[in-house]
């Protein structure tokens, strides 16, 4: 029972790496053609504010399936950390889904002229709580999940890089809160979300392909 648990986790891990892979992708991709073709702004253009809605709502529920994946193929080593990381991966997931649906459903059927009441709801207006919500979740609660689960990759270089790579993305995505609560402006958390999080995407990826042909 415990072999197949670990077949399963292996071959779902692979698909949710995959999943956020794509995602990721798709996203940094439509980022640098806008960037070209419009510059760079902060907040950015509306088409960009929109497909970075769309995206983060997907890629949530692949990342907590991710999580997951991880806690089970690794749970001969820690138990604790790993589920830890799917328990802030959850907190992380439903923090940024509240977030991102109240902006494609409420805000977008609003367009274009945006009520008074909805400009604190707005993803970049000012004293945004929508904003607030998106640092907590991508901020403080993913960079806590993958703090947690950076210690059960040890075993090889490409895991050694994969927990580097973790604590590197909390440690950047943190810095959003800081950035957030000081109101001093700090970009680390759109590097820690963006390549980042692609390349540690890619590299899980990886670690589960090797896994799966490992499998019997």
Partial sequence: MESLNNNMASRVGLWASAYAATLGIIYIFVLVIYTFAKGFTIPPGPFVQLTAGIITFLVAPGLVVLFTAIRYVNEKDNKILGSLGVSFS???????????????????????????????????????????????????????????????????????????LCVLYAILSFGSVISFATNIFIPTGPIAWGPILLALSILLFIHFRDLNRQLP
Avoid: H
Avoid at 118 to 140: C, H, K, N, Q, T
């Fill in 90 to 164: 959850i907190l992380y997931a439903v923090t940024v889904c509240i977030n991102r649906f109240v902006q494609l459903t409420v805000i977008q059927q609003s367009l274009p002229d945006i009520p008074a009441d909805l400009i604190r709801f707005l993803p970049y207006g000012d004293g945004s709580i929508m904003l607030a919500l998106e640092v907590l979740g991508w901020g403080f609660f993913s960079s806590l999940a993958f703090l947690f689960v950076a210690p059960l990759f040890s075993n090889s270089p490409l895991n050694k890089a994969i927990r580097y």
